[in-house]
């Protein structure tokens, strides 16, 4: 499925992203679809691509044993998930389920990576928006937790 | 003249019906024995004979003047049993007090709506006041979390927004069932699901202290101005006078001043998350 600069425009993440700085995401992405119940990624998983979510429901979760699944949240149209794939040790800290049918785009994060070395300005922008969705998860982890223990 | 009546003597008011809301939250109908009104936000001492009473802020339409609603979660001697109480009884009410919503000020902007838990009773109020002036609005988005489904209080509140001409209501849960196919995270995840124009929006947050101090902080991050973000500070009411003590946050009485106040107003205190 070929994706457009138009494609990319609707989407929430390359909000402020200009038409050569998307030309780069067009270059080394593809769409993937999943149905109900398929597993982008198990945690522990090796990853490969950063995703976004495009359209459908995903839910994200963490394993305590083997069959046990535990569903921490959903994501939402727009969302960027799989940012362990370019952090070393680029190991998966949860694991991500499709409920509905559902669209991705998967960005290859080998050649994400080599498009920041050679471009400064781009790989800036991309990480911080990377950081930012670091930083959301993390204080909703937080804000999870203080509701638990405030119980 | 002089009203020389007694600050604290309430009006009596009849309970007509009681609505259970979720497992520990249930909303009491009462119909004053007196003229009575109220501003959106403003709050009311309800109270039981012989028992006690407590600050809460209706969730019924301060349009509607001739009967009261008042959602009510069970978390101490006077809620637990005002949940024991049936249809026909007399209780009391007194009131209005404090500064509401300036629902003025949000003319003409989009308005942000952040609720967790028990908090949706006073947002449901300022949602029937927004309707009622939504000519003058942009949009209203309504963004709710409670811990599960099953305590998602004014279930049958979500579709009627969403079939409202510029209102959006979304809804998640901390822990779903099986049943729930919605969204699942705390209630700061909603705001990846929304589409506002910030630098013409205004915010408004209420819930438990927890919900409002991570829902302040992602709202500062999106990048809202102190000022553009309301907090309903419930939690702090007391007596309703200023008049006890119990209700001080910094220089201000919260029963008096509040208990809406802008983040800029009280952000230097920090008790405010308490």
Same mark, same amino acid.
Not at chain 2, 83 to 103: A, N, Q
Not at chain 2, 127 to 155: Q, R
Not at chain 2, 186 to 193: C, E, I, S
Not at chain 2, 209 to 215: C, L, R, V
């Given at each position: ?151 | ?7 604290? =003597? /309430?009006?009596?008011?009849? +309970?007509?019906?009681?609505?259970? #809301?979720?497992?520990?939250? @249930? $909303?009491?109908? !009462? ?25 809460? =802020? /209706?969730?019924?339409?301060? +349009?509607?003047?001739?009967?009261? #609603?008042?959602?009510?979660? @069970? $978390?101490?001697? !006077? ?196």
């Amino acid at each position: 499925m070929k994706i457009t600069i138009e494609d990319l425009k609707n989407v929430r993440f390359f909000d402020d992203y200009t038409d050569d700085q998307l030309k780069i995401f067009i270059g080394i992405s593809s769409i993937k679809e999943f149905k109900v119940k398929d597993v982008l990624f198990e945690q522990y998983d090796e990853l490969k691509e950063i995703y976004i979510l495009l359209s459908g429901c995903l839910s994200l979760g963490i394993s305590i044993a083997k069959e046990k699944r535990i569903r921490l949240g959903t994501l939402e149209d727009g969302q960027l998930f799989s940012w362990s794939a370019v952090f070393s040790p680029y190991i998966s800290t949860a694991w991500v389920m499709a409920t509905c049918p559902t669209k991705v785009l998967a960005i290859d994060a080998k050649k994400l990576t080599h498009e920041f070395e050679k471009n400064c300005e781009f790989g800036f922008k991309t990480m911080s928006k990377i950081a930012q969705t670091i930083s959301h998860r993390l204080s909703d982890t937080r804000f999870q937790l203080m509701n638990q223990l405030t119980l | 003249m002089q009203d020389n009546r007694n600050i604290y =003597t /309430p009006i009596r008011a009849r +309970l007509t019906d009681v609505i259970e #809301e979720s497992p520990s939250i @249930k $909303t009491f109908v !009462v119909v004053p024995e007196d003229k009575f009104s109220f501003k959106t936000g403003q709050f009311i001492e309800l109270s039981v004979d012989g028992v006690g009473e407590a600050p809460f =802020t /209706p969730s019924s339409s301060p +349009l509607i003047t001739e009967k009261l #609603e008042v959602t009510v979660m @069970k $978390t101490g001697y !006077v809620t637990e049993y005002m949940h024991m109480l049936k249809p026909g009884v007399l209780m009391g009410i007194r009131g209005p007090y404090g500064r509401g919503y300036p629902v003025e000020a949000f003319f003409g902007k989009e308005v942000l709506i952040l609720g967790g838990g028990c908090g949706l009773a006073p947002i449901r109020s300022l949602l029937y006041t927004l309707e009622s002036i939504k000519d003058k609005l942009v949009k209203v988005i309504l963004c709710y979390g409670s811990k599960t489904p099953a305590d998602c209080i004014y279930k049958p509140l979500f579709d009627r927004l969403n079939s409202i001409e510029k209102f959006e209501a979304y809804r998640t849960v901390d822990k779903a069932d099986e049943d729930w196919d919605g969204s699942v995270g705390v209630a700061t995840t909603l705001l990846n699901k929304i589409k506002i124009n910030i630098k013409n929006s205004v915010a408004v947050v209420c819930g438990p202290p927890i919900m409002m101090k991570f829902g302040t902080i992602r709202l500062l991050e999106m990048g809202y101005k102190d000022d553009q973000i309301y907090l309903s500070m419930e939690k702090n009411m007391s007596c309703g006078l200023g008049k006890c003590g119990h209700c001080m946050m910094g220089e201000f009485f919260v029963c008096r001043d509040g208990p809406v106040f802008t983040y800029d107003e009280i952000k230097h205190n920090p008790e405010i998350w308490k």
